[in-house]
């Protein structure tokens, strides 16, 4: 009913920039939340960013590096990355939190895109 298509991964060496985008479509009544997840080999997956109405919140290790921004008429999520370090390497994940047409509440993840930060 609802799907998220996500983009923007790939190859980048230490310091570069990346912009991820997230756009949800389908039965969707109103996005309550947006955000980014992600995984790295080994480890859990954590939260990155998220968005709420107009409050975010990032993960310690990303403040002052990323900024997520939403385009609500548009459905989308984007996450800015900067200065990318080589921790930053992960598959990220976007997750989105729905209110359907069923008025049903529901969250959906994305596939996940990869970010490699290598010289």
């Known amino acids: 009913q609802v799907r998220l298509v996500e983009s923007g991964g790939g190859l980048v060496q230490p310091g570069g920039s990346l912009r991820l985008s997230c756009a949800a479509s389908g039965r969707i009544l109103s996005i309550n939340a947006m955000g980014w997840y992600r995984q790295a080999p080994g480890k859990e997956?954590?939260?990155?960013?998220?968005?709420?109405?107009?409050?975010?919140?990032?993960?310690?290790?990303?403040k002052g590096r990323f900024t997520i921004s939403r385009d609500s008429a548009k459905n989308t999520?984007?996450?800015?990355?900067?200065?990318?370090?080589?921790?930053?390497?992960?598959?990220?994940?976007?997750?989105?939190?729905?209110?359907?047409?069923g008025y049903r509440n529901i969250e959906v993840w994305g596939m996940g895109t990869l970010v490699t930060v290598s010289s």
């Open 77 to 101: 999520v984007n996450l800015q990355m900067n200065n990318l370090k080589a921790e930053d390497t992960a598959v990220y994940y976007c997750k989105v939190s729905v209110l359907t047409q």
């Open 45 to 62: 997956r954590e939260l990155v960013a998220d968005i709420t109405g107009s409050s975010t919140r990032y993960a310690d290790s990303v």
